[in-house]
Nanobody, 126 residues
């Protein structure tokens, strides 16, 4: 079992920045890929970015490239998401997730994520 706890969300004006954190515990040595997903009201949950355990491979949703950065501190068992130049359309609940397979390519699919945090709300005002 893996436990994930997100923090760092809040209310920010357009153009501002936030840094989300996801603290992990439990059997995290079994986890290769960790990701950030988000879900806006009335919309499906979508991948924001994921990172392999080494941090050497990262994937971003195309519209977010250049504004969002995912990183991992394995010593602290923490995943981060730095979000810059935030826009109102970034408003959503942001979730940390751990992929249940070590095959990186499979972790592009939502249903491969076995562990989820409770989410942290990000609200961007115009």
């Amino acid at each position: 079992q893996v436990q994930l706890v997100e923090s760092g969300g809040g209310l920010v004006q357009a153009g501002g920045s936030l840094r989300l954190s996801c603290a992990s515990s439990g059997n995290i040595r079994s986890i290769n890929v960790m990701a950030w997903y988000r879900q806006a009201s009335g919309k499906e949950r979508e991948l924001v970015a994921y990172s392999t355990s080494s941090g050497g491979n990262t994937i971003y949703a195309d519209p977010l490239k250049g504004r969002f950065t995912i990183s991992r501190d394995n010593a602290k068992n923490t995943l981060y998401l730095q979000m810059n130049n935030l826009k109102p359309e970034d408003t959503a609940m942001y979730y940390c997730a751990a992929c249940g397979t070590t095959v990186q390519a499979m972790c592009i699919a939502l249903d491969k994520y076995d562990y989820w945090g409770q989410g942290t709300q990000v609200t961007v005002s115009s």
